[in-house]
């Protein structure tokens, strides 16, 4: 799924107030709500050993000056403006993972600039699961990461936006369900957060994400292809946590692709079935 343009005046679910906006490959759906979407990007041509390898030593070398410079234990909160900051870690130092759960979903964040952070990172990899296309569990995480004050007002957006037409033109039942043989992928990755504004009880964080969407198995016409985005979720200290206000999405930055070969469907959905997503992200 991916997050809409703007919760508050958005008229189509996935998206809007905790809503997603999306463009599904291929589909003939146009942009809806609900899917982190995207064309895949053709592949490149193939580099040479030389290029391969001297990009392994770079990245050899960047995760150990990166080791090195994270052995501090400061949380790099702040309640001054994030201009010109220089990129943190995302590793959790300073602050301890939070221990505390709304139903699946980590709660109970510290109150600075890590905490809005953490709880950004999260909501992303929950707004963009597979429980969003079935009613149940979609009320579930949307309560579980919003202020209660949109809430309601989102959910029927919601449940209007994630139709029975909807879910079909995403390759699904009407229920949510993926049809017999078929795995459907939905997963969030955030690569990296940045607090853009704090003050007091509100945040606005930026969470560089990609995410896989498709139907995986043999004779899947939409098979899982990835995307890249960017998340900016409007948060608010409430109920002594940190909950989502207004959230909206944008294209990228989108890396060149790889060498990979594209996995085969039955390898993918191997994959799905075989590594669990992440419950904390940061």
């Known amino acids: 799924m991916s997050l809409g343009d703007e919760h508050d005046g958005a008229s189509a679910g996935g998206g809007g107030t905790g ?35 001297g990009v392994v030593v770079l990245l050899i070398a960047a995760i150990a000056f990166a080791n090195r410079s994270g052995d501090g234990d400061g949380d790099g909160s702040s309640s001054d403006a994030p201009a010109g900051r220089a990129a943190a870690p995302t590793a959790a130092t300073g602050v301890k993972p939070v221990a505390g759960k709304n139903g699946t979903i980590p709660s109970g964040y510290a109150h600075d600039e890590q905490g809005a952070q953490s709880a950004a990172a999260n ?42 037409a909807f879910l079909k033109n995403v390759g699904l039942n009407e229920d949510g369900s993926a049809p017999d043989g078929l795995t459907f992928v939905s997963r969030t990755v955030p690569v990296g957060t940045k607090v853009t504004e704090q003050t007091g009880d509100a945040a606005t964080v930026e969470v560089w994400c990609t995410g896989l969407v498709g139907l995986a198995g043999e004779g899947s016409t939409k098979p899982v292809t990835e995307t890249w985005f960017t998340l900016t979720q409007k948060l608010k200290w409430t109920g002594n946590d940190w909950k989502i206000e207004s959230s909206s999405q944008k294209e990228g930055p989108t890396p060149v692709n790889g060498d990979n070969r594209a996995s085969t469907a039955d390898e993918i959905a191997g994959a799905v079935a075989g590594y669990g997503g992440f419950t904390y992200a940061r």
């Open 19 to 53: 809503q997603t906006r999306t463009r599904l490959p291929d589909s003939g759906a146009g942009d809806v709500y609900g899917v982190y979407g995207g064309a895949r990007r053709p592949a490149r041509n193939s580099r040479s050993l030389i290029t391969v390898v």
């Open 123 to 164: 909501y992303a990899v929950a707004l963009g699961s597979d429980g969003m296309f079935r009613q149940d569990s979609r009320h579930a995480i949307v309560r579980a990461v919003h202020d209660p004050a949109v809430v309601d007002g989102l959910l029927g957006r919601l449940d209007t936006a994630y139709s029975g």
